[in-house]
């Protein structure tokens, strides 16, 4: 794929993400991938759950928390159990001493090679992140976009402390076939743990089936069952959260203020795809909703 199609893609400068690390690194915040956090690796007396919820019961769990007043008997109580102890648990962390937790997330739609730079960008900040690629790319024919992994330069990253993960696309890939889907994701499940040590997954967006399922409808098939899914909303408890994930049709908040935000005892958790951040701005997202935000303007010094 050529560096001018490469280079259509960028919405953000590498200066924001050099801004949001600077105010992080100002409130002593640290980073934690979701692997070793599953792993135990924790300093934190404030460590939450780590969930990995099926899809059927998230979606419950949405149901109940948008129809509180329609709960009776013991249902009511539970509701208003959890209400009382997440008032207590904000009121814990304003009074904790223990620095921010700052979980960073790259998911590697297109272009490995720019998720890389930017994993050697975030090494040289002292950041650690998890990052999840595929095993074949999702954007096939007629664009024929390629998708090599540099396979020497992830395990000297994760050696060093990031983590390289799934982003589980296989369902999207065999075009929603059930019957075909086991020996795809075991396929990539080989390729990936014969190259890293594999720990978590997370589903990718993509392109939806025939009847509007998409990746995440599989997200727990059962050769799967031994990862874990991490997933904003669905994994790591958080308290803050930023994605550039819908940047392409609606407008996203500046992620500066997310890392201001943070305070003693929080968890925040940021979003970022590699393929949006570079040093030339694409003029596509002229045309798009983010272009009509006063801080994002600035960045390109477009007022």
Not at 33 to 57: A, H, V
Not at 73 to 95: D, S
Not at 275 to 290: A, F, K, V
């Amino acid at each position: 794929m050529n560096n001018l199609l490469r280079k259509n893609e960028v919405c953000f400068p590498y200066s924001l993400l050099s801004e949001v690390f600077e105010i992080l690194r100002s409130r002593n915040a640290k980073y934690m991938t979701f692997g070793d956090y599953l792993d135990g690796k924790w300093n934190s007396n404030q460590k939450c759950e780590f969930r990995s919820i099926r899809l059927n019961e998230f979606r419950s769990t949405n149901v109940l928390g948008f129809l509180p007043r329609y709960m009776t008997g013991i249902c009511w109580k539970l509701w208003r159990k959890a209400i009382v102890e997440r008032r207590q648990h904000r009121l814990a962390k304003f009074f904790s001493s223990s620095a921010p937790t700052v979980f960073i997330q790259h998911d590697a739609d297109r272009f490995p090679e720019m998720t890389v730079r930017l994993m050697q960008f975030e090494q040289s900040l002292g950041v650690r992140s998890s990052c999840y690629f595929f095993r074949k790319s999702s954007y096939g024919p007629p664009t024929e976009e390629s998708y090599d992994i540099d396979f020497s330069t992830l395990r000297h990253l994760e050696s060093i402390g990031f983590e390289i993960g799934y982003h589980f696309n296989a369902y999207e890939n065999v075009r929603y076939d059930l019957e075909e889907v086991t020996t795809e994701i075991e396929t990539d499940l080989e390729y990936w743990s014969s190259n890293v040590r594999l720990r978590t997954f997370v589903p990718h967006g993509g392109r939806p089936g025939p009847n509007r399922e998409g990746n995440s409808d599989l997200g727990f098939h059962e050769s799967l069952q031994h990862l874990a899914w991490v997933y904003s909303g669905n994994g790591v408890c958080v308290d803050l959260n930023w994605s550039d994930g819908h940047v392409e049709f609606e407008t996203v908040k500046d992620p500066r203020e997310v890392a201001r935000a943070a305070v003693n005892g929080s968890q925040i958790h940021f979003l970022f795809h590699p393929q949006y951040y570079g040093d030339d701005l694409s003029e596509m997202w002229l045309d798009r909703p983010i272009s009509k935000e006063r801080w994002w303007r600035r960045l390109w010094q477009l007022d």
